[in-house]
């Protein structure tokens, strides 16, 4: 779990948090998210859990990640939508965190590398600080666009 909690949330202390869950399972079953989140903010330091983010955020992705096998998900996506595509159309893809980004980024190198495609955002486009105002879920958003030139 640990693993998981690490390499899908890029959670520093994924250790301690599934040690804790695993602990609090031994006494009693997780019925609810709330019950979960308290045993990953009770489990944390005191200043993690005053952060820009809540300290459950980066568990409750990984395990989403995880269960709903997204990442594998996004790169047979990318894959169909790329082979549909007619020559000169474009695939836009917008990711939200550093693992889809990087998933995304390295597939759009791949096809430019077998010369199949011509990347058109060579950094992403991220949000400009008036639409992080107005939308503040948007402050993580990358797009990046790949153009299919066979």
């Given amino acids: 779990m640990a693993d998981i909690i690490y390499g899908y949330g890029e959670e520093k202390y994924s250790r301690r948090i599934a040690k804790a869950i695993?602990?609090?399972?031994?006494?009693?079953h997780i019925e609810t998210t709330s019950e979960l989140s308290e045993i990953i903010s009770q489990n944390v330091?005191?200043?993690?859990?005053?952060?820009?983010?809540?300290?459950?955020?980066?568990?409750?992705?990984?395990?989403?990640?995880?269960?709903n096998d997204e990442l594998n998900v996004l790169k047979k996506g990318l894959e169909k939508g790329f082979e549909r595509l007619a020559k000169g159309g474009r695939v836009a893809v917008i990711s939200f965190h550093?693992?889809?980004d990087r998933i995304v980024k390295n597939f759009n190198k791949e096809k430019a590398a077998e010369g199949r495609a011509k990347i058109i955002t060579k950094r992403p486009i991220t949000p400009?600080?008036?639409?992080?105002?107005?939308?503040?879920?948007?402050?993580?958003a990358?797009?990046?666009i790949l153009e299919k030139t066979e």
């Fill in 22 to 28: 695993v602990e609090y399972r031994k006494k009693k």
């Fill in 45 to 67: 330091p005191i200043f993690y859990r005053r952060g820009r983010l809540h300290p459950a955020t980066r568990t409750f992705q990984a395990l989403r990640i995880a269960v």
């Fill in 98 to 100: 550093s693992l889809e």
């Fill in 128 to 140: 400009s600080h008036e639409e992080i105002k107005e939308n503040p879920r948007s402050r993580s």
């Fill in 142 to 144: 990358k797009l990046r």
